[in-house]
């Protein structure tokens, strides 16, 4: 097993999992990575005293597979309170626990995203969704969140206040279109759960699972151009011939005749701000409602100090589209924040931005798991990476699992 020649390409989450499993099994993998660092669409970048996450994201301690591989005490995990500031223009407002305990959301603050009914159907929503397997809910009828939100009889009101600006900046898109077997599932997950980051970043989670990894070499730098049969050219020119390889990248960036097969993948622009002090002073998000540039907002250290060692706050922003330049989108950003916090625009001191181009995939047909027989391609190319079954950490570990397992089986006498 150790003389195989093993090829992983990325090592983003899904590629270095599937190393893990392929370790245990005997393998010792090769993983050729593009960037200099392990993470994928995971990673921090510690500058000028603050911690910042390549697009603002969290783990949800609920997902199966992250219960599996993630030593949470280890990552020493923060947690959000439940629930959500919400910044509707003229006042702000915080609606705690929502999916978890909607009927004991105080009235006078739940009035104002929603009716008396609504209550009644989130708490109705949360149970059937706590009753249902993670593999029923990806085999339920798919239609789009915003229809499923209204065959389930949701006002107006809790669409646009409440749902909208929060599976917004999950789906990273406007209206909703995401399938509701992603809505249901990130709904039991936040009802069962608690959204988290790492203390030290989301970018702890992939250097956990690379720390875990003893006989797989990592090649850095080494973007990979093509493969053709077993043969993988990389970037440079170099050619490596494999026994197995597991594309742990969305697989027509290095197969031409599959390019132009996937839709566009969900893009999301992510500022960072730095303030005197936080304005909320509590882990919570922050939705604006309304047809704005920015989604939501979280001020970072408010969940983890270590976000901002240097006296100040750090702001995350998140903004979905715009076609504004980096200035002008800014300037537009710091005066929407004045807007909606009523503190003056210059004082949201800008620091990065992420423009992120591949945030999510796009996935017709979203699965929780798939058996491993699919994730073949040939005898020797396989396939792992979140976009095989859905946009999410769980996914990209679950997928990762599922490649080495097939090519670990790709070697039982039997086969
Ligand atoms: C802004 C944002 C917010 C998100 N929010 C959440 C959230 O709140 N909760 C959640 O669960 N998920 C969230 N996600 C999704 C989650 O981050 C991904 O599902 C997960 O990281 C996917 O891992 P992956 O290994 O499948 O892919 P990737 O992380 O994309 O890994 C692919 C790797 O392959 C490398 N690569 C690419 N091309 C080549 C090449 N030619 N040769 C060699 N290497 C190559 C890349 O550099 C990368 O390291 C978010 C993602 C983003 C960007």
Redesign the pocket.
């Known amino acids: 097993m150790e003389d195989q020649k093993i090829y992983i390409?990325?090592?983003?989450?899904?590629?270095l999992i599937a190393a893990l499993e392929l370790e245990k099994a005997g393998f010792c993998p090769i993983i050729?990575?593009?960037?200099e660092k392990?993470?994928?669409?995971?990673k921090t970048d510690a500058q000028e005293g603050f911690l910042m996450d390549?697009?603002?994201?969290?783990?949800?301690t609920a997902?199966p597979e992250a219960k599996k591989y993630l030593d949470f005490q280890a990552l020493n995990l923060k947690t959000f309170d439940p629930g959500a500031v919400i910044f509707d223009g003229k006042d702000s407002f915080i609606i705690t626990d929502p999916m978890r305990n909607p009927l004991k959301v105080v009235s006078m603050a739940f009035s104002k995203v929603g009716t008396f009914l609504d209550k009644v159907k989130m708490f109705t929503l949360t149970q059937e969704l706590k009753k249902k397997s993670n593999e029923e809910i990806f085999n339920s009828p798919s239609i789009p969140t915003h229809q499923y939100l209204k065959n389930f009889g949701f006002s107006d009101l809790i669409i646009d206040n409440f749902f909208k600006p929060f599976f917004r900046g999950?789906f990273?898109e406007k209206h909703l279109n995401t399938s509701s077997r992603m809505f249901e599932f990130v709904f039991k997950m936040f009802a069962l759960g608690h959204a988290a980051i790492p203390e030290k970043g989301m970018g702890e989670i992939p250097k956990m699972i690379r720390r875990q990894l003893s006989k797989t070499q990592i090649y850095f730098n080494?973007?990979?151009?093509e493969i053709q049969g077993n043969v993988i050219e990389l970037e440079n020119g170099d050619k490596l011939e494999a026994d197995r390889i597991i594309i742990?990248?969305q697989p027509d960036?290095?197969m031409k005749q599959l390019q132009g097969q996937f839709a566009s993948p969900r893009q999301?622009i992510?500022l960072y701000f730095s303030l005197q002090k936080s304005l909320l002073a509590r882990p919570m998000i922050g939705l604006l409602t309304g047809d704005r540039l920015v989604n939501n907002i979280v001020f970072m250290d408010d969940v983890s100090k270590a976000y901002a060692e240097n006296g100040r706050s750090l702001l995350s922003v998140t903004v979905l589209e715009s076609k504004l330049g980096e200035k002008e989108l800014i300037k537009a950003v710091q005066d929407e924040l004045e807007e909606i916090s009523g503190v003056k625009s210059e004082y949201f001191k800008f620091v990065k931005a992420f423009p992120?181009a591949?945030?999510?995939p796009h996935v017709d047909d979203l699965k929780y798991a798939i058996p491993f027989t699919e994730c073949k391609i040939t005898d020797q190319v396989y396939l792992?990476?979140?976009?095989l079954l859905n946009?999410?950490?769980?996914?990209?570990m679950t997928?990762?699992r599922i490649a080495a397992e097939a090519v670990i089986h790709s070697y039982m006498p039997t086969h």
């Open positions: 390409v990325g090592a983003g989450i899904a590629g050729l990575e593009a960037t392990e993470g994928g669409r995971m390549h697009g603002f994201q969290v783990l949800n997902y999950i990273l080494s973007p990979v151009r742990a990248v960036r290095v999301v992510n992120i591949y945030a999510l792992a990476g979140d976009y946009a999410s950490i769980n996914a990209g997928s990762g």
